[in-house]
């Protein structure tokens, strides 16, 4: 029995060479049903796993306290003077430091836009008031000068930490240690130049920033007593969702809030934005998927076509054969292994093209290609599979043809 279908196998391997343009015209849909599950899947894979990575630089264990309907750009990234209703207190952040056991530093921020001047230019840069461990709980390294010392926020100097972008702008090529800056009535000496970071997943430029004491910025240059909120970080990953429920628990009872009063403030982390970019993703990924198994459907369509067409080409070839003994379970299993071979030809082709296109489109926008077997897998089972059904038909059509009107046939 395994000798009959190593025969056909052989058989359909001849037949395909015979007809090498039309076998080829009829692999296409298979070609680029496979290669399209293959690129789609892995560049959404690797796009959510540059997102994802994207995130988790933004803060190690990082969870973000604002005031509840607080309208600003981005969390305690924005803000203003809207500031001034703040229900988030620096004393709060203190007291979430001491008093949480899950949470291994808080700090309270706010930032505003504003207009600084160098000796060489000016330029709009988001202001970031900070109080100690600012830096730390961001995970962003410092890569010329120092950080911002206790000293620093305490006393409070007017000192600040200057990132990549606001430094090319306002210095151009210039080494930012030590020289001054102007921010509206106030002179800062530059302490620190931060280490790149890139743009977030929001698109906003990390570097463009200066980070200066959080007294100087509300008192001195907006005129507010309160910050946005604070940001805080876990003592590690798993203690993320028990430092969100202390820190919950500890303001409600500092703001004195009753059991059937909602929250005066908004807490998120880190933690919540990968899942939702993992959630995102991994349904992006499904959809993508489905999608390109239509265009498989569709090859499975042409090679039906033209299995047909065989049919009707090898009438005559196919009554010979009965006629000298061949059974009809003979004739339907040489038409299914013919559909079965070539679509996994044409499978195999679209999984050599789909990786390297993959990897091509990977790169060009600039993410890790995360190439899944099982999905290669997965998209050459199906394509094998489409060929097979969609060349049942034909298969049956040739078994059941009447073998003395197949030898009469031209």
């Not at 102007?182 to 463009?208: A, Q």
């Not at 042409?302 to 010979?320: Q, S």
């Not at 038909?393 to 046939?409: D, Q, V, Y």
């Amino acid at each position: 029995m395994f000798a009959l279908w190593i025969e056909c196998f052989k058989m359909g391997l001849r037949e395909l060479w015979r007809h090498k343009l039309r076998s080829f015209l009829t692999m296409i849909g298979i070609i680029m049903g496979v290669s399209v599950v293959i690129i789609c899947v892995t560049v959404v894979q690797g796009v959510k796993g540059a997102l994802i990575e994207d995130i988790r630089k933004a803060g190690k264990n990082m969870i973000i306290v604002i005031t509840k309907d607080l309208q600003t750009a981005g969390g305690v990234r924005g803000g203003g003077g809207a500031a001034a209703s703040s229900t988030v207190t620096i004393a709060d952040t203190a007291a979430v430091q001491l008093e949480c056991d899950a949470v291994a530093a808080a700090c309270a921020s706010h930032q505003i836009h504003m207009q600084v001047v160098s000796e060489k230019n000016n330029f709009n840069v988001p202001i970031m008031g900070v109080t100690h461990s600012y830096v730390a709980i961001r995970n962003w390294g410092v890569s010329a000068g120092r950080d911002l010392e206790p000293f620093d926020i305490v006393a409070p100097r007017r000192v600040c930490l200057i990132g990549q972008t606001a430094q090319r702008e306002l210095f151009g090529d210039e080494n930012p240690l030590n020289k001054h800056i102007r921010i509206n009535h106030l002179s800062f000496k530059v302490v620190g130049l931060l280490e790149p970071k890139g743009f977030n997943p929001l698109g906003m430029d990390e570097d463009n920033t200066i980070i200066i004491p959080l007294r100087i910025l509300l008192q001195n240059l907006i005129g507010i007593r309160d910050p946005s909120g604070f940001l805080c970080s876990a003592t590690s990953d798993a203690d993320v969702d028990l430092a969100v429920d202390q820190v919950t628990a500890l303001l409600r009872q500092r703001h004195k809030l009753e059991e059937d009063e909602d929250n005066d403030f908004t807490i998120t982390t880190l933690k919540e934005k990968e899942e939702q970019a993992r959630t995102i993703s991994n349904k992006m990924t499904l959809l993508m998927f489905f999608i390109a198994l239509v265009s498989l459907v569709v090859g499975g369509v042409g090679i039906m076509n033209i299995m047909l067409v065989a049919v009707t080409e090898r009438t005559r070839e196919i009554g010979i054969r009965m006629a000298i003994g061949a059974s009809g379970k003979a004739i339907n299993r040489q038409f299914l292994v013919e559909a079965g071979v070539i679509s996994s030809v044409g499978g195999i082709a679209g999984i050599l093209l789909g990786v390297g296109l993959a990897i091509l489109i990977a790169n060009k926008i600039g993410v890790t290609p995360l190439i899944s077997p099982a999905i290669v897998l997965i998209a050459f089972g199906f394509s094998v599979g489409v060929g097979v059904v969609f060349g049942l038909l034909p298969a049956r059509r040739a078994a059941s043809l009447n073998p003395i009107e197949a030898l009469r046939h031209d």
